[in-house]
């Protein structure tokens, strides 16, 4: 069966910077479009980044732009976030998911999620 596992969440400082990695298996990665969302405390999941099957189309949120940068490798079946000038606002559990459909990646119901990892930005 189909996995995600995220992994490279932390404690930061505001201004620092983190990578996240997610890493797929049980699936062929490169048939699948696959994005980042977050879900801070309280607050509802909410779409980060998505990034097409071959990576040639990238899309962000307005709140991460120029800030974030998503990719990914099909031969490591893994993708990628590179967090940098983080604020306390990204504090969040940061999932990936996957789905062959990018449109379902674009409206968060892809088929298949990782389990999250947290992301902690302190003042």
């Known amino acids: 069966q189909a996995q995600l596992v995220e992994s490279g969440g932390g404690l930061v400082q505001v201004g620092g910077s983190l990578r996240l990695s997610c890493t797929a298996s049980?699936?062929?990665?490169?048939?699948?479009?696959m994005g980042w969302f977050r879900q801070a405390p309280g607050k509802e999941r909410e779409f980060v980044s998505r990034?097409?099957?071959?990576?040639?189309?990238?899309v962000y949120a307005d709140s991460v732009k120029g800030r974030f940068t998503i990719s990914r490798d099909n031969a490591k079946n893994t993708m990628y976030l590179q967090m940098d000038s983080l604020n306390a606002e990204d504090t969040a559990v940061y999932y990936c998911?996957?789905?062959?459909?990018?449109?379902?990646?674009?409206?968060?119901?892809?088929?298949?999620w990782g389990q999250g990892t947290l992301v902690t930005v302190s003042s």
């Open positions: 049980g699936l062929t990665f490169s048939d699948y479009a």
């Open positions: 990034i097409n099957r071959s990576g040639s189309i990238i």
């Open positions: 998911a996957a789905d062959k459909g990018a449109d379902r990646i674009r409206i968060g119901v892809p088929e298949y």
